[in-house]
């Protein structure tokens, strides 16, 4: 099965960045962390601090699967309910 990658962006809304930005950190361990987890970088752009560039690589379909579901159901996916994703999905 072929590796997924998810690349793109995030924009943060103001009132809610420094939220976000705290539970970035946990996010990220958590996301490395899973089984299937190639590379998971969100990056805060030094142009617009509202903007996080991010990439993502997973071994498969199900491992890339497996990490929505967390997603939606962790505290990251609650805190950035109001952020909006920029996304491509190659497979």
């Not at 420094?18 to 962390?33: A, D, G, I, P, Q």
Request: hydrophobic share 35%.
């Amino acid at each position: 099965m072929p590796k997924v990658i998810l690349k793109g962006f995030i924009i943060v809304p103001e009132s809610e960045l420094e939220v976000v930005k705290s539970e970035l950190v946990n996010h990220k361990r958590l996301t490395l962390e899973e089984p299937g987890c190639i590379t998971f970088d969100v990056i805060e752009s030094s142009k617009n601090p509202l903007r996080f560039d991010v990439y993502e690589e997973f071994r498969d379909r199900s491992a890339f699967e497996h990490h929505q579901v967390r997603v939606k159901e962790s505290l990251w996916g609650k805190v950035t309910v109001n952020v909006e994703r920029h996304y491509e999905i190659l497979e």
